[in-house]
């Protein structure tokens, strides 16, 4: 259940604190997984106890109830991120005193979530990527391709939801490709390999500088 949340204007965000919640966000901070459980965590010595936990959703200006009147002196609390929820860069948690609204705390900055990479049985699994060969893992600067026989027209690096980085072309009659990952951010990705007969061979992998 989502509602609007017509008091977090940008004023009133100027007035809250943050009580050290984590996830905290930022650039470095992993992304998190629809699906997956994440725990969120606060000082409890700067919260009035019971507390709200609330998903503020910057991009869309509504908040995700996550737990009403819970004990704060806890300090954590692991929610499962719903299937459903919207993927995005702007979320941030949110800790409330229950009895006092005026006292508020919220993640430092925006936590990233996306949605989970699409699950497939070993057999399917087994039969797309055969002859797909990615090394090293995890990748510093180069990813050394190799396919089988069948011929491809293209290699993609996309993020885990799809939205595409980097694009090579290959050539003709080619197997295999040296991928430059030098200058993409460390993190998990999907590369796609792209067959003539239109077949796509997808295998996530992992950048680490």
């Given amino acids: 259940m989502k509602i609007t949340l017509l008091a977090f204007t940008l004023v009133a965000l100027s007035h809250l604190s943050h009580a050290h919640v984590q996830p905290a966000g930022g ?3 992993a ?5 997956s459980i994440v725990t969120v965590t606060w000082d409890s010595a700067l919260v009035q106890s019971p507390v ?4 503020w959703d910057g991009e869309r200006r509504v908040t995700t109830p996550i737990h009403r009147a819970y004990n704060g002196v806890r300090a954590a609390y692991e929610w499962t991120i719903p299937d459903t929820m919207q993927a995005g860069g702007l979320y941030r ?4 005193s229950a009895s006092t609204p005026q006292s508020t705390h919220f993640s430092q900055s925006f936590v990233t979530i996306q949605h989970a990479i699409p699950r497939v049985s070993s057999i399917d699994r087994d039969r797309a990527e055969l002859g797909l060969s990615i090394t090293p893992l995890p990748a510093r600067d180069i990813l050394h391709v190799r396919w089988d026989a069948a011929e ?3 290699v993609d690096l996309t993020t885990l939801i799809g939205q595409p980085l980097r694009t090579w072309s290959c050539v003709g009659g080619s197997s295999r490709m040296d991928v430059d990952v030098a200058g993409i951010p460390s993190g998990m990705y999907m590369l796609v390999v792209h067959r003539a007969d239109g077949t796509p061979i997808a295998r996530s992998v992992l950048v680490q500088h």
């Avoid at 992304?31 to 699906?35: K, V």
């Avoid at 709200?52 to 998903?55: D, E, R, T, Y």
């Fill in 27 to 29: 650039a470095r901070e």
């Fill in 31 to 35: 992304a998190l997984t629809t699906g």
């Fill in 52 to 55: 709200n936990i609330w998903l």
């Fill in 93 to 96: 948690f949110v800790i409330a």
């Fill in 152 to 154: 491809a027209t293209r």
